[in-house]
């Protein structure tokens, strides 16, 4: 079974940057990933999504022009690099995976928690001065 593991959170002053890793344990990342993240208080949303085959890539308003994500196949790792950042960027970041390798769940639209069944145990970004 594919599990995820997070890394790179931390605390950042606005204006910042971070790099979020998401890589594989027990089976390789050749899935859809999508980012997700979680603010005190919030829901879950989806923030962006890269596809297995060619790479294409989402994101939401909330995040366009600031975040890139990108998958390094060497590394077998999928990236979530964040520049500018605001305070309200602040929350736990998840990277996830659907259940079937060949599922297609990223499209031109956020990424829908019901089609991720794989999950990180996330990591915490804060934003603050």
């Known amino acids: 079974q594919l599990q995820l593991v997070e890394s790179g959170g931390g605390l950042v002053q606005p204006g910042g940057s971070l790099r979020l890793s998401c890589a594989p344990s027990?089976?390789?990342?050749?899935?859809?990933i999508g980012w997700f993240r979680q603010a005190p208080g919030k829901e879950r949303e989806g923030i962006s999504c890269i596809s297995r085959g060619d790479g294409r890539t989402f994101y939401s308003e909330s995040v366009k022009g600031r975040f890139t994500v990108s998958r390094d196949n060497a590394r077998d790792t999928v990236y979530l690099q964040m520049n500018n950042l605001k305070p309200e960027d602040t929350g736990v970041y998840y990277c996830a995976a659907p259940q079937i390798r060949s599922a297609y769940v990223c499209y031109d639209s956020p990424p829908q928690i019901d089609d991720y069944n794989n999950w990180g145990q996330g990591t915490q970004v804060t934003v603050s001065s």
């Open positions: 027990g089976l390789t990342l050749d899935y859809d």
